[in-house]
């Protein structure tokens, strides 16, 4: 079954289906080994790639 089979039959099932947030091709390996299923946002990735500080949405 490839990744995106797999991602889907999980998110079809009535358990919660985990997910961690990633900016980069580094923090994607890293996360990829213990976690099925990744999400990447735009900004995140584009301010990852350009050096960008966080736009303090939380703090």
Do not use: Q
Not at 18 to 27: A, R, T
Request: aromatic letters at 16%.
């Amino acid at each position: 079954m490839d990744y995106g089979n797999e991602l889907r039959s999980d998110i079809h099932t009535r358990a919660t289906t985990p997910l961690i947030g990633i900016y980069d091709l580094n923090s994607a390996s890293l996360a990829a080994r213990h976690y099925g299923g990744l999400f990447v946002s735009g900004f995140g990735f584009t301010a990852s790639y350009y050096g960008l500080p966080d736009i303090g949405f939380i703090a």
